[in-house]
């Protein structure tokens, strides 16, 4: 419920934010004219609209065995709350009846404004019953004003599984 408080009070920000942009072009364009206001405004759409996120957000689990097997994959969804969901993607490949895992994504799918996840470590071990599997993986969710970071939350997400 707070990340959807939070979506909100960023948006209310954001649309604030383009009124008094709004007002300021009207000022400058009365100052020093409409043709550079024009580059004035492609140039700060531009600088806002840069995309430096170059992350992967895939962890490689690979197994020189593997590399030549035939893939599978196992979604987990390791939270849901109103306004999102968190995914957990396993891909892994069964080499001599045995499991073996190569990569893991986690995905946030919904409303995502104003909270990016980062995912530091994802630990997978086999249960002790055949097949299933636990994993543990290990974030940080940082909460965002107007894409700046205000706080770091920890995150630790738990849970089980069964390869089919």
């Known amino acids: 419920m707070f990340e959807l408080i939070w979506t909100f009070i ?4 954001f649309i604030y934010l383009l009124f008094i942009c709004f007002e300021l072009l009207k000022l400058i364009k009365t100052k020093i004219g409409f043709v550079k206001t024009i580059v004035l405004t492609i140039g700060f759409i531009s600088i806002i609209s840069k995309n430096t996120n170059n992350e992967n957000d895939s962890i490689e689990l690979l197994n020189e065995t593997s590399i030549n097997s035939e893939k599978y994959k196992i979604e987990e969804t390791i939270e849901s709350n ?5 995914k957990l993607s ?10 073996e895992f190569t990569s893991a994504k986690t995905e946030k799918f919904g409303l995502t ?7 530091h470590s994802i630990a997978i071990n086999k249960a002790e019953i055949n097949k299933k599997y636990n994993y543990n993986i290990l974030g940080s969710k940082e909460w965002k004003l107007l894409g700046i970071g205000i706080y770091t939350e920890n995150k630790e997400y738990e849970g089980e599984f069964k390869v089919k």
């Open 82 to 86: 109103i306004i999102s969901k968190i």
């Open 10 to 13: 960023n948006i209310a920000i």
């Open 113 to 119: 404004s104003g909270t990016e996840l980062k995912i």
């Open 90 to 99: 396993l891909f892994y490949s069964n080499n001599k009846n045995e499991v």
